[in-house]
């Protein structure tokens, strides 16, 4: 293990304990790196990326991407931090028709080298690994035959088999890479979608009756989309500060967050990125420390930073406001002042504050001493003699007392 990466495991830990602290991030794919520098203008910190196994080895044996190489050389030469995610086997070690199964149990071996070879080659520029997306959401896991489970008792249930599955996979490569590569590597769970439809049981089962697995875990991932209401973004503050209870010294990262049906829906720009802005404040004001929208590009209908020619939509204009409002904050906590309005205060080093606030209460004027200036989320200058505050928020700057 480099130096670097023992540093950087440190350095990753103190984070957890700010909120605003690097708590800016994207869902990408390493097939977008040509547009990773307009991240980087923006302020975004961190990217997820998939790094799955079909991605290296689709024939047994045959190992390597030229192309993620080049991707993760780019991401270093930015400053982005990266998220990579381990999973999705090549099809000649799946246990079912797709990548989204888990690995028969006969290729396991297999599955640990790729796990090897991906940490090594990759361990200087990926900054933390999370091994597995969503496996409580059916579409990206699922146990088929020959799996552990499988050849342990083929009777079981499909949602007990992939428990099954699933513990045998994290506890088998957690301990293994652990054992390879020490307590400097830096590992999130995997990003669970929590609820819904999908496994509602398998978060709460994981947190209850397997502590063996969050030991060798340094951080919980998390998922949440809910357009329009903020109703899905205040359920996964909960339950990040339930999981802090027990593991107080682990961050809470939501690394997906976005609209989705953006377009099937007809949803206004000034809507979702309401959304955007005010899921933000709170979250990162009630026990989430990171962020991660999705996506950069379109895909599935969400309400993406750039369209698919690579050109800027209003969401990377929104999102980079928000970031400059309060990427040098040292604390961000909810709002406290007047009940009729909701947002977040952030301090930033100088004691000035950087708020961002609303009303679902129609409007409402604020009277604040030392407002400095207000502007929307599309960077309009709104009047502050007297400030006028609606259901769009609003990035408030407020003198130091």
């Not at 590597?185 to 709460?204: E, M, R, V």
């Not at 309060?326 to 007047?338: K, L, Q």
Request: net charge neutral.
């Amino acid at each position: 293990m480099s130096i670097r990466s023992s540093i950087l495991a440190l350095l990753l830990l103190l984070a957890s304990f700010g909120h605003a602290l690097n708590a800016f991030g994207v869902g990408t794919h390493w097939s977008e790196a040509k547009y990773w520098p307009i991240l980087k203008k923006a302020g975004v910190q961190w990217i997820r990326i998939d790094l799955s196994w079909y991605h290296f080895e689709n024939s047994p044996g045959q190992f390597g991407n030229t192309s993620v190489d080049q991707a993760l050389r780019t991401a270093d030469s930015l400053g982005l931090k990266v998220v990579g995610i381990l999973g999705y086997c090549p099809t000649w070690a799946a246990s079912g028709p797709d990548n989204k199964f888990a690995p028969q149990e006969q290729f396991f071996p297999q599955w640990l080298a790729y796990l090897d070879s991906t940490v090594s080659r990759y361990q200087n520029q990926v900054d933390a690994w999370e091994i597995w997306n969503e496996p409580d959401h059916d579409a990206f896991f699922r146990s088929g035959q020959g799996t552990h489970a499988w050849n342990t008792d083929p009777s079981l249930s499909p949602v007990k088999m992939k428990m099954v599955d699933y513990l045998w996979l994290q506890t088998q490569s957690l301990q293994h890479l652990r054992a390879k590569f020490g307590a400097q590597l830096f590992i999130t769970s995997s990003g669970f979608a929590l609820g819904g439809k999908h496994n509602p049981d398998f978060y709460p089962t994981l947190l209850q009756d397997h502590p063996e697995i969050w030991k060798q875990q340094n951080a919980l991932s998390i998922h949440g989309y809910g357009f329009p209401s903020s109703k899905s973004l205040l359920e996964r503050a909960r339950i990040a500060r339930e999981f802090k209870k027990t593991y107080p010294t682990y961050p809470v990262w939501l690394t997906e967050h976005g609209v989705t049906g953006f377009n099937k829906q007809s949803i206004p720009v000034e809507d979702a990125g309401a959304f955007m802005v005010r899921n933000y404040a709170l979250g990162l004001s009630s026990g989430i420390d990171k962020i991660f929208w999705f996506r950069l590009m379109p895909g599935n209908d969400y309400a993406t930073l750039i369209d698919k020619s690579g050109t800027p939509t209003p969401f990377l204009g929104i999102y980079t406001r928000l970031i400059q409002h309060w990427a040098p904050a040292t604390s961000i906590t909810p709002w406290n002042g007047d009940s009729q309005l909701e947002g977040a205060t952030a301090i930033l080093p100088d004691k000035s504050k950087a708020l961002i606030l609303w009303s679902d209460n129609g409007s409402v004027s604020l009277s604040l001493p030392g407002i400095v200036s207000a502007r929307d989320i599309f960077g309009n200058p709104r009047s502050i003699a007297p400030l006028k505050i609606d259901k769009s928020p609003l990035f408030i700057t407020v003198h130091a007392p």
